[in-house]
């Protein structure tokens, strides 16, 4: 019963330095989505999936990318990364109850500092 | 742009008090998510409510839905130290982007 898992927990980059943030689920969920937390402002949406080959943006896109090729895996690949980039970001997956609302399950997190 | 505004930000109260937290939105949403989060880990579902007026009890929490679906009240009763976390709230429905307030951290003294 993992449910979400996201590896590593904790990294350090230097500033124009990629990295990819890997995040698994194992409840066969077509929804998968990659969030920021900054202290203050809640959790912001990067971007999202709703099936395996489909992805969209969220509300802060800008430097990351996504790739959605198997129903488990949903990386997030930051390109260059920049200290505003600094943050906690955690993978989401969720099911739809009755056409109505997700119930979302969120991994534990990854501590992101970039110098 | 959907926004929730949540207050207060942040709260101390003792054991065994009583305690309101408030989740507001200028904007209709079809259905509301309560979240608490402990440090270090991700948010947990706690309740989902979607019809207006609603209210839903999980022990002794008690959750309320607005009328107008704009805005929403978790109470905790005869609060305990196992309450301590940020409690966040969500706002979106069935093919919609959930969006989450800035959240209320709590902090339940023995």
Redesign the interface.
Same mark, same amino acid.
């Given at each position: 019963n993992a449910g979400?898992t996201q590896t590593p927990k904790f990294q350090v980059l230097k500033t124009g330095q990629s990295m990819t943030l890997q995040c698994a689920q194992d409840m066969n969920h077509e929804y998968m989505?990659w969030?920021r937390q900054d202290p203050?402002?809640?959790? @912001?949406?990067i971007h999202?999936s709703v099936g395996a080959g489909i992805t969209d943006q969220?509300?802060v896109p800008n430097g990351y990318n996504v790739s959605r090729s198997t129903t488990e895996d949903f990386p997030l690949r930051l390109l260059s990364a920049a200290p505003s980039q600094t943050s906690v970001y955690?993978c989401?997956s969720s099911y739809? @109850?009755g @056409?109505?609302?997700?119930?979302?399950?969120?991994?534990?997190?990854t501590r992101l500092t970039v110098v | 742009t959907q926004l929730l505004e949540q207050s207060p930000q942040f709260l101390s109260i003792q054991e065994g008090e009583n305690l309101t937290v408030y989740c507001n939105s200028s904007s209709v949403f079809s259905s509301l998510q309560w979240y608490r989060q402990e440090p270090g880990e991700g948010p947990v579902l706690l309740v989902t409510v979607v019809t207006g007026g609603e209210v839903k009890k999980l022990k002794r929490l008690t959750f309320q839905f607005g009328d107008a679906r704009k805005d929403s009240s978790l109470h905790i009763t005869a609060a305990q130290p196992g309450d301590t976390g940020l409690y966040l709230c969500a706002g979106g429905g069935y093919g919609q982007n959930f969006v989450f307030g800035p959240g209320t951290r709590l902090s339940v003294l023995p």
């Amino acid at each position: 019963n993992a449910g979400v898992t996201q590896t590593p927990k904790f990294q350090v980059l230097k500033t124009g330095q990629s990295m990819t943030l890997q995040c698994a689920q194992d409840m066969n969920h077509e929804y998968m989505s990659w969030y920021r937390q900054d202290p203050g402002m809640g959790l @912001r949406l990067i971007h999202y999936s709703v099936g395996a080959g489909i992805t969209d943006q969220g509300e802060v896109p800008n430097g990351y990318n996504v790739s959605r090729s198997t129903t488990e895996d949903f990386p997030l690949r930051l390109l260059s990364a920049a200290p505003s980039q600094t943050s906690v970001y955690f993978c989401a997956s969720s099911y739809s @109850r009755g @056409r109505t609302f997700h119930i979302y399950t969120f991994g534990s997190g990854t501590r992101l500092t970039v110098v | 742009t959907q926004l929730l505004e949540q207050s207060p930000q942040f709260l101390s109260i003792q054991e065994g008090e009583n305690l309101t937290v408030y989740c507001n939105s200028s904007s209709v949403f079809s259905s509301l998510q309560w979240y608490r989060q402990e440090p270090g880990e991700g948010p947990v579902l706690l309740v989902t409510v979607v019809t207006g007026g609603e209210v839903k009890k999980l022990k002794r929490l008690t959750f309320q839905f607005g009328d107008a679906r704009k805005d929403s009240s978790l109470h905790i009763t005869a609060a305990q130290p196992g309450d301590t976390g940020l409690y966040l709230c969500a706002g979106g429905g069935y093919g919609q982007n959930f969006v989450f307030g800035p959240g209320t951290r709590l902090s339940v003294l023995p």
